[in-house]
Nanobody, 124 residues
Framework: QVQLVESGGGLVQAGGSLRLSCAAN????????VGWFRRAPGKEREFVAAISRTGGSTLYADSVKGRFTISRDNAKNTVYLQMNSLKSEDTAVYYC?????????????????WGQGTQVTVSS
C-alpha cells in the first residue's frame, strides 16, 4: 500500500512555470513506476508523463514534450513534474499515480494507486 499526495498547483499566467510534487509514504516507493495524469473540465483523464523506478526512463505525452520534465528523488520519496511554457490548455487537475509492476505506461488502468490531485490553472 502506498499513499500519494500531490502539491504545487496554483494559478499562473501563460508562459509561466510550476513544479508539482508527488510525495509518497512507505519505504518502498523506489519500487514503483510513477505517472502524472490530468483531467481538464469536461474531458477524460489523460496521460502526461511517467518515470521508471530508477528515473532512467521517461515517457511523455506529445502535448507536453519539450515543456514538461518528470524526475524523482527516491531518497525523498518524491516525484516531480516541472512544467514550463504553460498554456491555457494545460489547465486541469493533475494526479500522480503509482504502478507496482511493469514499465512506464500511458494507460490509467495500469496504475494501482492514485493521489487526490492538485489544481493547475493557467490564465491567458
Amino acid at each position: 500500500q502506498v499513499q500519494l499526495v500531490e502539491s504545487g498547483g496554483g494559478l499562473v499566467q501563460a508562459g509561466g512555470s510550476l513544479r508539482l510534487s508527488c510525495a509518497a509514504n512507505g519505504r518502498t516507493f523506489s519500487s514503483f513506476v510513477v505517472g502524472w495524469f490530468r483531467r481538464a473540465p469536461g474531458k477524460e483523464r489523460e496521460f502526461v508523463a511517467a518515470i521508471s523506478r530508477t528515473g532512467g526512463s521517461t515517457l511523455y505525452a506529445d502535448s507536453v514534450k519539450g515543456r514538461f520534465t518528470i524526475s524523482r528523488d527516491n531518497a525523498k520519496n518524491t516525484v516531480y513534474l516541472q512544467m514550463n511554457s504553460l498554456k491555457s490548455e494545460d489547465t486541469a487537475v493533475y494526479y500522480c499515480a503509482a504502478r507496482r509492476v511493469g514499465v512506464p505506461s500511458r494507460n490509467t488502468w495500469d496504475y494501482d494507486y492514485w493521489g487526490q490531485g492538485t489544481q493547475v490553472t493557467v490564465s491567458s
